[in-house]
């Protein structure tokens, strides 16, 4: 028994959608759940995954075009009964047709050509204000910095709940947060920006730090469309690792703030006496204005001290 599989509901005033990439070809055997085929959303990236057994028949909607709700997308030989039937055209039996039921849950992903609209819009609806400065850094936590300054950060951000927070649209509220989720933005090759996310890091050893973004990353090597399953409360960005000194961070709501680490660098300092060398990290904090004060946004970048 064939049937044609069409492209149901997306929600969120969604009518339309860009097929990417088909992942199964033509005689494929699929499971129930398998992902059937990459659509670009206005938002995002949609895995489609098989409503059931069967076998992949005909491709019908092609790689590039855009498709409507309702539209067809493949044809499939089924391999056990399926009760998600919709009624059937003009000149079709009831077994001809089969609507992916909106039961089955859809997993978005953003990719770099969404998130880059994704930037856009954000631009658009915050007020992104950047205050640079300098942190003092002893030479025992010179190594592994990006390390080193997670824990600083994870430490000092639950004293700034204020800053240590998201914007919830739905109640239209800043929503402080106990705990520190801290997101580590990084370039992945061609697979575009990946922000992994690390839950307390300041009770992490260096082992299991790295064991958690190693573990992230070479998820996102799988599947160029993973992201981490938790939201950053926090992201930290480190443009050191590429020399890079200074720079305005791109806040991606619904977060209010992130920060970039630049390069170390050796600054003269006045004791009090005579000028000595000392190392420093140029930070660059950006923060939505409309939230975070720049009063506060200094007291925070001010309140990053490392123990010596």
């Known amino acids: 028994m064939e049937k044609l599989i069409k492209l149901h509901d997306l929600g969120e005033g969604l009518n339309e959608a860009k097929v990417i990439e088909w992942v199964v070809q033509l005689g494929d055997s699929v499971k129930e759940g398998d992902v059937l085929v990459l659509l670009e959303t206005a938002k995002s990236i949609v895995e489609l995954p098989a409503p059931f057994n069967g076998t ?61 609209r994704h930037f856009v819009k954000s631009h658009q609806n915050i007020i992104p204000t950047t205050i640079f400065d300098y942190v003092y850094v002893p030479d ?30 739905e109640s239209k509220s800043i929503i402080p947060h106990s705990d520190v989720d801290l997101g580590i933005a990084m370039e992945t090759n061609d697979l575009g920006i990946f922000v992994p996310t690390i839950h307390n890091p300041e009770h992490l050893s260096f082992e299991e730090f790295n064991h958690i973004v190693t573990d992230l990353k070479e998820k996102r090597m799988h599947s160029k469309y993973y992201q981490s399953k938790i939201p950053p409360s926090f992201t930290l ?7 890079g000194y200074w720079g305005t961070p791109i806040l ?46 200094c007291q925070f970048v001010h309140s990053l001290q490392f123990e010596s």
């Not at 498709?67 to 079709?92: F, K, Y």
């Not at 997670?150 to 919830?168: C, E, G, Q, R």
């Open 56 to 116: 992949v028949k005909e491709l019908i909607s092609l790689e590039g075009t855009m498709v409507n709700i309702g539209s067809s997308l493949c044809r499939m030989e089924l391999d056990q009964p399926q009760v998600h039937q919709t009624a059937p055209l003009v000149g079709q039996s009831s077994d001809d047709l089969i609507e992916i039921p909106s039961e089955i849950s859809l997993q978005t992903h953003v990719t770099q050509e969404p998130m880059t």
């Open 140 to 169: 025992q936590f010179k190594r592994k910095i990006t390390y080193q300054f997670s824990k600083l950060l994870s430490t000092t951000l639950k004293a700034f709940p204020d800053i240590n927070a998201h914007y919830d649209e």
């Open 237 to 243: 960005s480190n443009i050191g690792s590429v020399n």
């Open 252 to 297: 991606i709501p619904p977060t209010i703030a992130i920060i970039a680490i630049g390069k170390i660098t050796v600054q003269p300092y006045w004791d009090g006496k005579t000028f000595k060398p000392r190392s420093f990290i140029p930070v660059s904090l950006t923060f939505d204005y409309r939230y975070i004060s720049g009063q506060l946004a």
